[in-house]
């Protein structure tokens, strides 16, 4: 259990250094849960589990329910966009090199969960509007262009909010003349 506290203790510390550190003052990113002065002792360990828990494995190894593998995240590209596949991770690997939303060389771990960058990154490469050799900053400007995400920063893509992501990137797709 103390190797438990310790270890959440370090990673809100690393949050909270990460949250207020790229916060911007103006849109009060992560005042919620975090001040200037906030310290981990202001914290209930229950609250301390709970921020912490939201983007972490647990010791059990099971992960929140709503965080996506990248397969699983793949699947869901490939199924919204309609890309015919054969429902297999390698064939769905293979569409997504072929349609350019994946580079030819990537190679993905199919059991890892998603990251942010990798789930703003497939999505709105798989509309078109940008290609797989883009930066991250602009595939976020693509994104908030298209109001896929509010801002162009990496702290507005929610993992947790893939299904939302993917399907707003899709709507971007389909109806273009609705952004410009």
């Known amino acids: 259990m103390f190797k438990k506290k310790m270890f959440l203790m370090l990673a809100l510390?690393?949050?909270?250094?990460?949250?207020?550190s790229?916060?911007?003052?103006?849109?009060?990113?992560?005042?919620s849960a975090?001040?200037?002065s906030s310290t981990i002792s202001d914290l209930e360990s229950d609250e301390v589990f709970s921020i912490v828990a939201e983007n972490t494995i647990y010791e059990s190894n099971e992960v929140k329910s709503d965080i996506m593998t990248n397969r699983e995240f793949l699947r869901l590209v490939i199924d919204t966009f309609e890309i015919y596949s054969d429902e297999s991770f390698e064939d769905d690997v293979e569409k997504a090199k072929f349609w350019n939303i994946l580079d030819v060389n990537a190679e993905i771990d199919e059991n890892r969960l998603i990251t942010p960058e990798f789930l703003i990154s497939v999505s709105m490469i798989a509309t078109g509007y940008i290609d797989n050799t883009a930066s991250i900053n602009e595939i976020l400007n693509c994104a908030v262009k298209y109001e896929v995400i509010e801002k162009a920063s990496i702290l507005y893509v929610d993992i947790n909010n893939a299904k939302e992501i993917v399907k707003a990137a899709r709507h971007a797709y389909l109806y273009p003349d609705m952004y410009q």
């Not at 510390?13 to 207020?20: A, C, N």
């Not at 790229?22 to 005042?31: L, Q, R, T």
């Open 13 to 20: 510390l690393t949050l909270t250094i990460s949250v207020t």
């Open 34 to 36: 975090f001040s200037e």
């Open 22 to 31: 790229c916060a911007n003052k103006d849109n009060n990113i992560g005042e």
